[in-house]
Every structure is written in structure tokens, then in C-alpha cells.
């Protein structure tokens, strides 16, 4: 799963510390949610979004190539 949490962090002039602060993470944890070494649980998923007021697929998309049968 791809992110833009960077670009939203950007945005807001914010660290990862800030946000790991904010919604109640690690600054690891957000490193790696960003770099795509870990995909976040849907409600990490939802705090991030709320956090900056967007939807998740806003920040959060797929580009698997898999399709449904």
C-alpha cells in the first residue's frame, strides 16, 4: 500500500514526531508506515486521515496488480 503521509506532513510543516505525538504512535512507526514497510490497521488508518482531515484514500491507495475474480 503506497502513502502520501509525507507530502500531508509537508503540508502542515510537521515532523514525524508530531504526528506519531498526535495520534498516539512512535516516530518509528510512522517512518515505516511511510516508507511502505508497514501497512497501518485500518483504525491507524482512519487516525492519520482525521488527523488531517481528509478521507483515507486521500493518503492511503493500492496499486496492486491483482484483480478480482
Known amino acids: 500500500m503506497k502513502n ?3 507530502v500531508f ?3 502542515q510543516d510537521m515532523t514525524q514526531e508530531d504526528l506519531a505525538n ?3 504512535v512512535t516516530r518509528q512507526t510512522i517512518l515505516a508506515i511511510e516508507k511502505g514497510k508497514y501497512d497501518p490497521s485500518l483504525e491507524l488508518a482512519f487516525k492519520i486521515a ?3 482531515n ?3 484514500e486521500e493518503i ?3 496499486e496492486g496488480n491483482a484483480r478480482p475474480k
Open 9 to 11: 506532513r509537508a503540508m
Open 60 to 62: 492511503f491507495f493500492y
Open 54 to 56: 481528509v478521507n483515507i
Open 22 to 24: 498526535a495520534i498516539g
Open 50 to 52: 482525521r488527523y488531517f
Open 4 to 6: 502520501r503521509i509525507k
